[in-house]
């Protein structure tokens, strides 16, 4: 399958998966995941209609960015540095994996340096699993609003990576507790705090994800085929 047939059999399925739970594809933002994925493949796919790419290492954003620049969005998906936060200024629209404070106030002033803001989103650490980073959800609110301080970002959601299973209908009750966790805080009044995305769901989980509510889902190897780590 190419990478053009791949990406319409993912917007099928998110069309189907719309129509089950009464929502609108135009809704849902298709992120690609490209960690891995060289630029020629990358280009095929923004040929093909992809306008959002994810990558979760900075290194390859900086790498990947000169050739393919702002012709598409980029998405940090991956654990940050507080070091390396400074070379996504200029080149990121959103960063969804914010785990720590420390990071989140790197961001404010990396960015508040630079006169520029951006829109974040908090990972959620659902399944409470040791090997993932991400915030439990009975630290939301004290995160919050310690988040509430800083001026130069927006708290715009909830990201999260869900605990891998073998039925992925079990992976259902973790994004229903994202969306009750999403749904607890989109109407809070805390500063800065303005819930618009609930970033959940990728190949083997993305139709549920959606079912419950996701309106961001990251897709790597659904639409690229399985990654090759080694180079
Ligand atoms: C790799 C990755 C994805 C995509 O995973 P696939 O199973 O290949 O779709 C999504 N989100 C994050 C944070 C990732 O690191």
Request: overall charge positive; hydrophobic content about 40%; some cysteine.
């Amino acid at each position: 399958m190419s990478i053009c047939e791949n990406i319409a059999n993912i917007k099928r399925r998110i069309e189907a998966a719309c129509k089950r739970s009464g929502r609108e594809p135009e809704d849902i933002k298709l992120i690609a995941v490209t960690k891995t994925v060289d630029t020629d493949r990358i280009k095929e796919a923004i040929n093909c209609g992809i306008k959002f790419l994810g990558e979760n290492k900075v290194q390859e954003i900086m790498d990947k960015y000169p050739e393919l620049g702002s012709s598409v969005e980029w998405h940090m998906i991956g654990h940050l540095q507080t070091n390396k936060v400074k070379y996504l200024i200029d080149k990121v629209s959103m960063i969804h994996s914010v785990d720590s404070l420390k990071l989140l106030g790197e961001i404010d002033k990396r960015f508040g340096i630079s006169n520029k803001s951006i829109d974040v989103l908090i990972e959620i650490n659902i399944g409470r699993e040791k090997s993932k980073y991400g915030v439990f959800p009975e630290n939301l609110e004290g995160f919050l609003k310690e988040a509430a301080k800083y001026k130069n970002i927006k708290i715009a959601g909830l990201m999260t990576v869900a605990p891998a299973v073998i039925n992925p209908e079990d992976v259902r009750p973790y994004f229903v507790k994202m969306r009750e966790l999403f749904e607890n805080f989109k109407s809070s009044q805390i500063n800065n705090i303005e819930f618009k995305y609930l970033s959940m769901g990728m190949t083997n989980d993305f139709e549920i994800a959606i079912e419950e509510g996701a309106n961001i889902i990251r897709v790597g190897t659904g639409i690229f085929g399985p990654r090759n780590y080694i180079k």
